[in-house]
């Protein structure tokens, strides 16, 4: 099957919620979103999966609603930071790292999860991908979730233990044949972005 893992757009800037932040997509987020449901609606999916979180399920909509299909939300492709009372973009980070911040999130942004739940959470991001490769031999898949959750199956896939090392930007698409019958997979892509033109936001 093909699985087309899909970073979520540039969402809203949140701090300090009451509760866990869980922003929607930012305007240059939502024309991003319809960017990538665009460009991804001309060679079809047979299947949309999404994080149950917001900024996922938003970028998902456009491609859904251009193919008349239902996203199945699954819980083991949300990030790891999802119960965060804030949630800063990430380039608005790498600039204040740039100007002299800490740069202690780029070293390991799991560093924030002790180590049994780092454990867990990264074991749950693989047991989710490799469930959704069982359940559609032969098919097209496009999977919406998250940086890390991305950077966690593809350095899985290739048997890094260094799996923090995969950025995707905003909207990035990676492409992987695989399937539940072979531990093998091939890699198509990582990060394409060439479809979001002035929408593109680097994050290095």
């Known amino acids: 099957m093909e699985l087309i893992i899909v970073r979520h757009a540039r969402p809203d800037h949140v701090e300090d919620a009451d509760g866990a932040a869980d922003p929607g997509l930012a305007p240059v987020g939502r024309r991003q979103a319809e960017l990538v449901g665009e460009y991804l609606a001309a060679d079809g999916v047979d299947a949309i999966i999404t994080s149950p979180l917001t900024r996922a399920r938003q970028t998902a909509a456009p491609l859904a609603r251009r193919l008349g299909i239902e996203p199945e939300i699954v819980d083991g492709v949300a990030e790891y930071d999802r119960h965060d009372p804030s949630y800063v973009p990430a380039e608005i980070v790498r ?110």
């Open 95 to 204: 600039a204040d790292v740039a100007r002299g911040g800490d740069d202690e999130f780029w070293k390991d942004p799991l560093a924030v999860l002790g180590e049994a739940e780092k454990a867990e959470w990264i074991a749950g991001v693989a047991a989710a991908f490799e469930a959704i490769v069982a359940a559609h031999p032969g098919r097209r898949v496009a999977v919406f979730c998250h940086g890390m959750v991305t950077s966690v199956w593809f350095a899985h896939t290739l048997g890094l233990a260094d799996l923090i090392r995969f950025t995707p930007d905003y909207c990035g698409v990676t492409r992987m044949l695989a399937s539940s019958r072979s531990e093998y997979v091939t890699v198509r892509s990582f990060n394409e972005t060439h479809f979001l033109g002035d929408t593109h936001i680097p994050l290095f």
